[in-house]
């Protein structure tokens, strides 16, 4: 880091991946408006993700499961919830999720523009979350308007309305579990219900941390598989070789591994935040204890010093130093799912096409701070 900071830090209403390449060749780490320290590098990102014992996770006033976790407690929690997101849990899930997105696409109307994030990718997302929670269909409406209300409360700035829009979310929870205490549902065995049985340390989980892990679940999910959705769509329609290779039929390895390269390209995971628990030096800067501190993963994605050419399509050479789902004791337990659903939803929209183009009367729109990805994405499918 220079002796200087840059004369701008706001990134309010910028694209966040444009507003990075600038600062990242010049800075490794510098202070937002709100008094943040964000490390914009690979090698500073990864240092602090696997240095969980510096840079402590417990950053929020409130309950957050497990992400808002350090340690012995971190481990616990997640070692009950993780058995929900493994190949052999979602397995049973699969074949819904793949009918999920073939009605959904099957649905789009043809020769007319659809917005990829929200007609394809958050209908997706609620769809099939709801599908694997085994929460109603007559909550879609609902959680897609919240998707919606979410992203605008968030890009706004204002807590107060962020706050709002939590407590409508955790409103929208507890409409869900509510009438499964009132009834005794002790036979009901989708992922809710197992979630009310699951136990920590030997104890039943209580509705404040049931809650938690719901959100966590669903209202951090469903936007960013929306936010994914739409990068996907948009890489695939702006190169019609992939497009074209990828129709062709490939393995899902392959294809898992393409959609990882294109979402480190376009990495829609802004940030995660973390905060010092001891006086640390990072990149040539001191940080006192309390620092609070941000892990840039889209601006650690496309640092050049790791990937020569940040917008080449690699996997192979890429995948070690692929920060899409993080890495260390933190990195993202929900990555099989997400990674299921993404793949699904690609092959299916594919194999239901023969084209997929960006519309040219409707340029796409960028998501701007702290949102990344699009938040508009007008495609024609034929």
């Known amino acids: 880091m220079t002796d200087h900071m840059p004369d701008d830090l706001s990134a309010a209403g910028r694209d966040i991946r444009a507003f990075t390449e600038e600062l990242r060749p010049l800075h490794g ?20 993700a696997l240095s969980d014992d510096r840079f402590s996770s ?13 340690s012995t407690e971190h481990t616990a929690y997640r070692a009950a919830l993780d058995c ?21 696409i099957a649905s789009l109307p043809r020769g007319v523009a659809v917005d990829a994030v929200s007609q394809l990718g958050t209908r997706f997302a ?24 979410n992203h605008a409360a968030t890009r706004s700035g204002d807590s107060a309305w962020t706050r709002r829009v939590a407590e409508l979310f955790d409103d929208l929870i507890l409409s869900v579990l509510n009438p499964r205490r009132e009834k005794r549902e ?38 960013s598989v929306a936010q994914c959705v739409g990068v996907l769509v948009h890489y695939l329609a702006k190169h019609s070789t992939v497009q ?33 628990t001891c006086p640390v030096t990072i990149g040539g800067v001191a940080l006192p204890a309390g ?27 890429n995948a070690d130093q692929n920060l899409v789902y993080g890495i260390g004791r933190h990195a993202c337990p929900g990555r099989t799912l997400a990674t299921l659903e993404m793949r699904i939803v690609v092959q299916e929209l594919l194999a239901a096409t023969s084209s997929v183009a960006l519309d040219p009367q409707q340029p796409a729109e960028r998501a701007t701070s702290p949102i990344g990805g699009w938040a508009k994405v007008a495609v024609l499918v034929s």
């Open 29 to 48: 780490v510098v202070r937002n408006d709100h008094g943040e320290w964000v490390l914009l590098r690979h090698e500073l990102v990864v240092q602090a």
């Open 58 to 70: 417990a950053v929020s006033s409130h309950l957050q499961i497990p992400n808002g976790m350090d």
């Open 84 to 104: 929900f997101l493994t190949p052999e849990a979602l397995a049973p899930f699969r074949e819904r999720f793949r009918q999920v997105a073939a009605d959904l």
């Open 126 to 149: 609620v769809r099939a979350q709801s599908a694997w929670l085994g929460w109603p269909t007559d909550l879609e409406d609902r959680l897609v308007d919240w998707v919606a209300e």
């Open 186 to 223: 002790d036979d009901a065995d989708d992922v809710t219900a197992q979630l009310m049985r699951t136990k920590v340390n030997g104890r039943l989980l209580t509705e404040a941390e049931i809650v938690s892990v719901l959100r966590n679940w669903t209202g951090g999910d469903l936007g």
């Open 244 to 276: 074209d290779h990828l129709r062709s039929g490939v393995p899902d390895a392959e294809l898992d591994a393409i959609i990882n390269e294109i979402l480190r390209i376009d990495d829609p995971f802004v940030s995660n935040r973390r905060v010092t």
């Open 291 to 317: 620092a609070r501190v941000k892990l840039n993963w889209t601006s650690a994605n496309r640092d050049e010093a790791v990937f020569c050419e940040p917008d080449a399509m690699d996997p192979e050479r």
